[in-house]
């Protein structure tokens, strides 16, 4: 018998996902003009995305292509009664 060679299929899952960890440069020039701040207390950068407000509740609506319309009210007063003993455990994004 003849040794087969191994064609696309049977070359293991490491011909599928790189390895590779080194970070890629799209483009050669580097724009430093913002370039992000750490804050002092979390060590996270500060740019656009990090940006905390408290907004009333009243000023949020509701998205009218929300796909979940239908709530299941036992699994809704366990969320009532979870926020209302623990709190909540990180804030709401909007």
Known sequence: ??????????????????????PRVTSKTKNNANPPTETAE??????PAAVYAELP???????????????????LAELVYSIKEIGLLQPVVV
Do not use: C, W, Y
């Open 57 to 75: 509740l009243d000023s949020i609506v509701p998205n009218p292509r929300q796909p979940r319309a239908v709530f299941e009210q036992e699994a």
């Open 1 to 22: 018998m003849s040794n087969p060679t191994k064609r696309g299929l049977g070359k293991g899952l490491g011909a599928l996902i790189p390895t590779d960890t080194t």
């Open 42 to 47: 979390s060590g996270v950068p500060a740019g």
